[in-house]
């Protein structure tokens, strides 16, 4: 993969551990067939920067204030997990931002259907859907990486 020269002091993260699982998982479909869909949040491009998180409560902390007592995270690298599985002889579709993900495979027209037959949750219902869909929440942040056996048609939602 070939990024732009960075500048002195740049961080690049590189998830050795993630690219070792897609490229056994893409060897696998290769072989054998089948489909994998991969949802986490990060961006579709890879690029530096500092993407180690932690969690305390459901709210932003250090990382390496109080081991521990947090729930550590980082972005996934899409861009590097699909050409990890190109090299692997599978086929990577996306990514695709969660939001164009899951109004492609109808969110409105299921949320409407399943807001009319209970009512009464109805307010509940496009709630979650906004919250998973909109751009401003969950929709952009969150992407979805599909891979397939290399002889694969585009699942569905990836076909352009």
């Known amino acids: 993969m070939k990024l732009a020269p960075l500048e002195d002091g740049s961080v690049l993260e590189y998830g050795e551990a993630a690219r070792a699982w897609v490229g056994a998982l893409a060897a696998r ?3 054998h067939g089948g489909a994998a869909l991969i949802l986490d949040y990060g961006p579709a491009r890879s690029g530096p920067g500092d993407s180690l998180q932690a969690l305390r ?5 250090s990382p390496l204030a109080d081991p ?3 729930d550590l995270t ?3 690298d899409f861009q590097a997990l699909a050409e990890t599985a190109r090299q692997a002889g599978a086929a990577p579709w996306g990514p695709l931002p969660q939001g164009e993900l ?3 495979l109808g969110l409105r027209p299921r949320t409407e259907r399943l807001a009319a037959a209970n009512p009464a949750r109805a307010a509940a219902l496009h709630d979650a859907a906004h919250r998973l869909a909109a751009p401003q929440r969950m929709g952009a942040l969150f992407k979805a990486l599909a891979i397939t056996q290399p002889t694969s048609q585009p699942p569905p939602a990836f076909e352009d």
């Open 68 to 70: 521990g007592s947090a």
């Open 102 to 104: 899951l109004h492609r």
């Open 29 to 31: 479909l290769t072989r």
């Open 74 to 76: 980082a972005h996934v």
């Open 57 to 61: 409560g459901g709210r932003p902390a």
